[in-house]
């Protein structure tokens, strides 16, 4: 194996090592910020009824665990080491 492709295989895993530890700091700072404004998301949008606004507040929020989801899956079931040439 050449330098070269050494050099390109470690710049590759430090780039989704790096990524994946962005995504980790995401999914952890938003539970941290979903658990502290948990008693007023309840008493602002959830004690009122629903409405326009309650329905696209849990849209917001089921999008956002969606699209965490999947980015959290795309980049951890591709953790494979195997070297493809």
């Given at each position: 194996?050449?330098?070269s492709i050494e050099q390109q295989t470690v710049s590759?895993?430090?780039?989704?090592?790096s990524s994946n530890c962005f995504l980790v700091?995401?999914?952890?700072?938003?539970?941290f910020d979903r658990c502290i404004c948990a008693g007023r998301i309840i008493d602002l949008i959830w004690s009122r009824g629903y409405s326009?606004?309650?329905v696209l507040y849990a849209l917001?929020?089921?999008?956002?665990i969606?699209?965490?989801?999947?980015f959290g899956v795309q980049n951890f079931?591709?953790?494979?080491c195997k070297h493809r040439t």
């Open positions: 194996m050449s330098a590759i895993i430090q780039s989704i090592f700091a995401a999914i952890a700072f938003y539970v326009l606004v309650s917001l929020e089921v999008f956002t969606i699209s965490l989801s999947l079931a591709y953790l494979d």
